[in-house]
């Protein structure tokens, strides 16, 4: 059973609240949450505060995508507001190496994220070191996106090389998730989905979870 990861980008914001106890009450393993910064992706979303308040409702996994250049910056204070996993870009990484040190000395599971456009074979030196890889299938900034179908064959690629080197490292995919590209997904190997206005863009949104959780 895959891990389903709704993306709170797409709820109601006016209605934060009901949307997080919906989450809470299905069968949703964790919350994703999408931190965008102006820069690295032409978009904004929300920071800290937010995220906080989030927090104080959200009873599950704090899954956290950080779309912001120089991550390295705020690690700690993710950590410090209730993020369980960090997430960081490839492509906003100079020091990739240290930033995953640094966000598992702040108590964090740390993951890769790779653009569409990055391909798998950059993470061959750095797989031993990431509890998770994050492969966007649409171009981070926006949500309710045209899934990039390529995106299938690079979940093959990274399920191989992670068997290659022995390792557990999880599979997330984000982006344009739905049952027909979650199914091709999950038979791929990928072991976490995430999914923003296919869940809140149904007017039910916990049955859409509970259908997605049985790929
Ligand atoms: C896009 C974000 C996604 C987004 C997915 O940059 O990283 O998490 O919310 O939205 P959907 O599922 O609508 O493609
Ligand atoms: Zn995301």
Redesign the pocket.
């Known amino acids: 059973m895959p891990i389903i990861a709704p ?1 709170l ?2 709820s109601d914001f006016t209605n934060l609240q009901r949307d997080i106890e919906m989450v809470n009450a299905s069968e949703a393993d964790w919350f ?1 949450i ?1 931190v ?1 910064d102006g820069v690295f ?1 032409p ?1 904004i979303s929300f920071g800290m505060p937010v995220i906080q308040a989030i927090k104080k409702h959200a009873k599950k996994t704090m899954d956290v ?1 950080l ?1 912001i250049v120089q991550p390295e910056r705020y690690i700690e204070t993710f950590a410090k507001i209730g993020a369980d996993i960090i997430t960081v870009h490839h492509e906003a990484c100079t020091h990739l190496h240290r930033t995953l040190a640094q966000i598992k000395e702040a108590g964090c599971k740390a993951g890769v994220v790779l653009n569409p456009a990055t391909p798998v074979s950059v993470l061959e030196d750095i797989l031993v070191d990431c509890d998770m890889v994050l492969l ?10 045209k ?1 990039i179908y390529k995106t299938i064959d690079k979940v093959k690629k990274l399920k191989a090389m992670i068997q290659e080197q022995g390792l557990d490292t999880m599979i997330e995919i ?4 739905n049952l027909e590209t979650g199914k091709l997904l999950v038979d791929e190997g990928a072991d976490a989905l ?6 809140f ?1 149904n007017e039910d949104p916990s049955a859409t979870i509970a259908k997605l959780k049985e790929l």
């Not at 966007?136 to 996106?145: E, H």
């Not at 995430?194 to 869940?199: D, H, I, L, P, Y």
Request: proline share 3%; hydrophobic share 40%.
């Open positions: 993306s980008l797409a994703h999408d965008m992706v978009n995508h779309m966007m299938s649409v171009n981070p900034g926006y949500g309710g996106q899934f984000d982006g344009g998730v995430v999914a923003g206005s296919f869940v863009g």
